[in-house]
């Protein structure tokens, strides 16, 4: 019989969000899985499986069963002709990564962060930026789910379509993701340029950005027109780097997180903070050459707490002159650098936030130095009526205050997903008070 384990206490990477699970299991294969969910179906209880605990929301948490699959993260399969892989749903991509290379092959996009489960990254929609591309999810060509009731769904394009553009993104409510399997490409190499512009030039040639670079976004300075550009590409230059730990981590971390954690008692400071560190650290170009998952990837610094809207791409510019218009209208409000903008193909993934539409992201952040929450109860919600009125959906990993009412209006798939889970999940096994919220 499995052995769970009491008093475990759960914590998200932000630390914003935790749970005590009443038992807390890391089986080592699918029977271990299925005693864990007769158990739990015995007992009345729910269950959550956790990946790498980076959601910066509760969507992990659970005082019931978790489950963690950090021992069922071995490769099953490289297809090299096929340029596939498949892989236990708790493996990091930071192992993957370094598993794929020693085949010549990569995933073709990242997020900002490796220590992300398998399952995790693709169960609430992981993306990065790079107008031909789609979100991590797109990535996935086929997965295995193990439901409530102990059976075994294979899905593709092929074996239960209408479940597979559920599955792929998951939310962790249609059961235990068991495998994953990713379409691949032939391992690559990335030039990253950032150089310093404004935001009036980056609004007012978006399309021409958008082609010139492959993996193209920009940081944006609030409370300022700074914006710090960065193009990804491929190359076959040899590896190269241009930080400094002077600047990057003594300045760029170390002094900032104490000015931010001073303007907790000067607010003021955070606007001179924005445009002293631009002009610090972003006003030269920088190139970076490397595999590109060490050049998608890249330090998030502190714990912060932070939203991520996907727009129509159209409405790029109207909804962010409109965030900096509110800023500089509302002198209480104060916004951290940077504001994050990305963007990504549309795609046909039911809970997609760019189901159906090429979109941009709009990822704001405000940082917890030394893990002192800094006031954000005004930008947020002036953030979030921002978003929606541009006709935005919000990431499913991050801050939201969404409930069913607005999501089923924001995804045309949002009721289809509804049926999909009642019929896999039908006494809502898989369900937390982050999804109740979501579903009821
Ligand atoms: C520093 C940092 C940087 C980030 N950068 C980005 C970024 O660039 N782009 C972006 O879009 N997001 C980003 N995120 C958010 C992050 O990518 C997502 O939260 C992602 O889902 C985290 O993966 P995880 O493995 O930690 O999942 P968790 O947070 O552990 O879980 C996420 C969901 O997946 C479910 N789940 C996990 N494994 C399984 C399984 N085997 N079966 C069923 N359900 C499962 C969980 O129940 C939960 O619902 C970042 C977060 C942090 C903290």
């Known amino acids: 019989m499995i052995h769970g384990q009491e008093g475990v206490k759960f914590q998200n990477w932000a630390q914003t969000y935790g749970s005590s699970p009443e038992l807390y299991f890391q089986p080592t294969s699918v029977e271990e899985i299925r005693e864990i969910l007769d158990l739990a179906r015995q007992r009345s209880k729910r269950v959550k499986v956790v990946g790498g605990g980076h959601s910066p929301s509760d969507i992990a948490c659970t005082d019931d069963f978790m489950l963690h699959l950090g021992k069922m993260n071995k490769i099953l399969k490289v297809d090299e002709e096929k340029r596939r892989v498949t892989v236990e749903a708790g493996i990091l991509l930071s192992d993957l990564n370094v598993e794929l290379s020693k085949h010549g092959l990569a995933l073709p996009n990242l997020g900002a962060v490796s220590e992300v489960a398998a399952a995790g990254v693709i169960g609430t929609g992981t993306h990065n930026t790079g107008i031909k591309h789609g979100i991590l999810p797109t990535q996935v060509v086929a997965l295995t789910l193990l439901t409530a009731s102990g059976q075994i769904l294979e899905c593709s394009e092929s074996a239960s379509p209408r479940i ?5 993104l998951h939310l962790g409510c249609l059961g235990v993701v068991l ?13 990253e340029t950032s150089f310093p512009s404004t935001l009036q030039e980056v609004l007012d040639n978006l399309d021409s950005h958008l082609q010139r670079s492959e993996y193209f976004r920009f940081l944006w300075f609030p409370h300022s027109e700074n914006v710090s550009v960065i ?19 003594a300045v760029g971390y170390y002094l900032l997180e104490f000015l931010l954690w001073l303007s907790t008692f000067l607010p003021g400071l955070v606007r001179w903070v924005n445009r002293c560190f631009f002009w610090l650290l972003f006003t ?17 610094r502190f714990r912060q707490h932070v939203q991520d809207w996907a727009i129509p791409i159209e409405k790029t510019r109207e909804a962010l002159r409109e965030l900096q218009a509110t800023l500089e209208n509302s002198p209480g409000l104060v916004a951290h650098y940077p504001v994050e903008v990305r963007f990504a193909r549309g795609d046909d993934i039911l809970l997609s936030p760019c189901f159906q539409r090429d979109s941009c992201y709009v990822n704001v952040i405000m940082y917890r130095p030394y893990g002192k929450d800094v006031p954000r109860l005004d930008y947020w919600p002036a953030y979030e009526s921002i978003m929606k009125k541009a006709g935005g959906r919000p990431h499913w990993a991050k801050a939201h205050t969404c409930t069913r009412k607005d999501l089923e209006k924001m995804y045309p798939g949002f009721r289809q997903f509804c049926a999909i889970r009642e019929e896999l999940d ?3 096994m898989f369900l937390n008070p982050y999804l109740e919220r979501v579903f009821y």
């Open 426 to 428: 039908p006494t809502g």
């Open 231 to 249: 193009y990804q590409d491929h190359t076959d230059k040899p590896p190269s780097s241009s930080t400094s730990w002077f600047w990057d981590y």
């Open 164 to 168: 597979f553009q559920a599955a792929r």
């Open 284 to 300: 030269r170009k920088v190139e970076n050459v490397n595999l590109s998952y060490k050049i998608f990837n890249y330090e998030c």
């Open 179 to 191: 495998s994953v399997t990713f379409q691949c490409v032939p391992e690559f190499c990335l030039v």
